[in-house]
């Protein structure tokens, strides 16, 4: 796959978990009034799994590197970027006026490119 298609394909699977992680935080706040910190973890895991068999799959088919391997590489990847996300959520929800459910966008696209090139170049990087 070339680098550009590579690229595409992963901000497609990405836009993809963005939009679950988003749906599902939503979902919650919306629907069992939970706290958004508190959503955004349950999203965050259901956007791990999307995010992980997207990649695994498409993005970086043909990787040779076993999933369970490239499993935990991007769990940590995706954990680390969910600190990052879930730090930046935190204090732009104490210090400023904006909805809850537009800051999480931001967020989420801030973090996506972090993660797409730890990914490319580690992740599903064989060794």
Do not use: K
Request: net charge positive.
């Amino acid at each position: 796959m070339t680098a550009r298609r590579r690229a595409l394909s992963f901000i497609t699977v990405g836009v993809l978990a963005a939009a679950v992680h988003w749906t599902v935080v939503v979902a919650i706040v919306e629907g069992w009034q939970w706290p958004a910190l508190a959503a955004n973890v349950a999203g965050w895991l259901v956007a791990l799994l999307v995010s992980f068999s997207g990649h695994h799959r498409i993005t970086f088919a043909g990787h040779g590197v076993h999933w369970s391997v490239a499993g935990r590489r991007f769990a940590l990847i995706s954990a680390g970027g969910f600190a990052v996300n879930e730090s930046a959520y935190a204090i732009a929800l104490q210090r400023s006026g904006v909805r809850y459910d537009l800051l999480l966008a931001i967020v989420l696209l801030a973090v996506a490119t972090l993660t797409y090139l730890l990914s490319r170049h580690w992740a599903f990087l064989r060794s």
